[in-house]
């Protein structure tokens, strides 16, 4: 059906040019294809038309992320959420869409609104992730405490835990330097169970660097990268690998993709002003 829908614009959308639901539907044809930066523009397009639909709003914020043009996706999320404050799924993909900005203040603000919303009795698994959000927001904060009391709420929350909750605890035990061993397990679960997430495999990655094993870390970093459309944080630690391993110039080309695509990163800056003092 998708490959059907090529002439969908000119058959639809302009006969109908100021017609949300064609610009809607072109959106879904879009992310069928892959077309991420299309639909978000289609779908801003529709807003445009017509603001009245949160998820719509969600679905423009979702579409920009997987480009990834996080900017872009922070700016709509927080729009909607001015239009629907303390929309749950809003909140939540802006609390994810901070943290991969360098904004941790912001994606823990983000999230503890969308757990007010969610019942966790009722959905388990989505107050898991977003607790386990929670703990690496305050992780990236130092609020340790707070991080292990997230942690552990959200590993209660859902018996075993779901494979976002692994991967983030493991992420932050990976950003404290501690108990690696630990990390380590948490991260191969959680890939075990999603081998194709580029985020899944960066944070196992990760984790075999600090432990020193750059041989491991060099192949699951790489996998991380050749995964679609890397994020900022994965083109960060690739650099990392790259200037651990004496590749300085391939290092700097990296970090500056990742700070392209999040000037707010502040630990790419430090990167790449260290590598320019004398």
Known sequence: RVGRATPLRPSVVDRAPGTMAAWSLLARV?????????????????????????????????????????????????????????????ARIAGRLHLHAGRPRNARAHFRTALRQV???????????????????????????????????ARSRAAPPPPVVLRRHAYSLALRGTELERALRLAQRA?????????????????????????????????????????????????????ALGNDETARTYWKQALEQAPDRTSVRQHLEASSAP
């Open 191 to 243: 890939v075990a169970q999603s081998p194709e997430s580029s985020l899944f495999l960066d944070t196992l990655g990760w984790i075999q660097f600090q432990r020193g094993d750059l041989p491991a870390a060099r192949r699951r970093l790489q996998s991380a990268l050749d995964e679609g459309r890397p994020s900022a944080r994965v083109l960060e630690h690739y650099g990392t690998l790259q200037d």
């Open 30 to 90: 879009q992310r069928q294809r892959g077309e991420f930066a299309a639909a978000g523009q289609s779908l801003r397009t529709s807003l445009d038309k017509d603001p009245r639909d949160a998820g719509r709003w969600t679905r423009a914020a979702a579409a920009y992320a997987q480009v990834p043009r996080y900017e872009a996706a922070t700016a709509i999320a927080e729009e909607g959420l001015l239009l629907f404050p303390g929309h749950a799924p809003l």
């Open 119 to 153: 019942e966790a009795s009722t959905q388990p698994e989505r107050a898991a992730a977003l607790r386990a959000g929670l703990g690496l927001a305050h992780t990236h904060l130092g609020e340790t405490a707070a991080a292990d009391s997230a942690f552990r709420a």
